[in-house]
């Protein structure tokens, strides 16, 4: 399995994601998008766009403004509840999410080593304590929460110093991100913690300029903000983020089984763009981690290079958010069905993505490090991103043979020029072609299309090397957009 590091390397080498402001040293977790990445995220976006608006006929999209009513956040709770509990370290002033504290305990036979970690899941802290503390495969680590929810008496200790019992106590501390509006000071607002309000606040607006009845939802990508107190692990948890998200309006009485619906959908979604069953996992949260409002909420895992972590979480809202909305603001948010007269709330299901999470999902799970034997024998070893056609950034790259012959430079240009308004197509002539085909493939290039001596003395046709499978076919040169037509499927 491809590690958090590789990931990292290929990415900045290969122009998917770079540090943020790095010429200044790089800026808290922030990062930008490169070429490559920007492709990548729009295309895990427009699959989505696809999947949940193009191809059913409930729903709607929506593109609301990041800056809102400062009242919408005191509707929703943020203001008052979105906090995270965390504690500082008085000994070295570390700070952790208090439940984000692990105390490990490794045992074999008799013998037990204790250690802190932090992490946000127990799979990862386990993952990441064997790997810190070089904790052996015959070792069994056992888990413990030090802070929230810990068994009484469990040992307090730092996970940066290593001192006991050094903790502050746990302390709210408000994740939404302030600012202040026009030239007057003083006149607050705040940057988005989640684009799903947008929605809850246009929830009338759509239904009635759309003539919508119930059940029909309303989807919506961007970014959110959270001044989350510990970021890392790459583009998993950032200050600055996007979202892609859904809230679907049912009758009261169909609530569950809509939830049910959206789970299989999302699962559906997810393998359907590559992603193998077995590498994601469904968690249901427990009654005492759940919102008081949500009825049920299950998580996506996936299996990222730190160990299973949330991908995306489907909350059955039931009528909190419109009824909150309307006591805030005046206004009823219901539903009335002319037919039977039934006057009700909406219940809603919400299905939330991280963009950046399925980005760094899609890149883990397209990673491959493949080993080869070479023309002369030798073993070695090609990485190749396995994307879906849908999702790989670069579909066609056309490559000269020879370089040094204009014809064949000029045919190769005048191929990807006229393959680019349908595909996004590169053309490279920097490298030998060897070198050229490692280098497509590290960024999931679906097809090579070379162009050599005998396209221009002899028979007019070019070579195809498929990505995954490395056979080449040769065809026609004015087959060779209905052939990608044929192969490059949505
Ligand atoms: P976590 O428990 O990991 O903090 P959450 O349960 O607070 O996440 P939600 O509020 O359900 O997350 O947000 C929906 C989705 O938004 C998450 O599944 C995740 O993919 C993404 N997300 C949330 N916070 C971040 C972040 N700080 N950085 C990147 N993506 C995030």
Redo the contacts with the bound molecule.
Sequence with gaps: MVTMEQLVSLCKRRGFIFPSSEIYGGFQSTYDYGPLGTLLKNNIKGAWWRAVVQERMDMEPLDASILMHPRVWEASGHVAVFNDPLVDCKACKARFRADHVWFVEAVHGEETKPFAIEA?EADEAEAKAREKYQIGKKWEVRLTPMIIDAPEGTPQVCPTCGEKDSFTEPRAFNMMFKTEVGAVAGSIAYLRP?TAQGIFVNYENVQQTMRRKLPFGIAQVGK?F?N?IV?GNF?????E?E?MEIEYFCWPEDGAQCHQEWIDARIAWYTRYGIKRENLDLYEHPDHKRSHYSTRTV?ILYRFPIGF?????I?NRTDFDLTQHGEFSGKTLDYFDTKTERRVVPHVIEP???V??NVLAFLTEAYEEEELVNQKGQKDVRTVLRFHPALAPIKAAVLPLAKNRPEIVDYATALAAELKPHYMTQYDDTAAIGKLYRRQDEIGTLYCITVDHQTIDDDNQVTIRDRDSMEQVRIAREEVLPWLRERITV
């Design positions: 946000g989640e959110a959270r989350e970021t583009t998993f948890r950032t200050r983020f979202q998580d972590a949330e991908l995306e979480g909350a939330s993505a991280g950046d999470r």
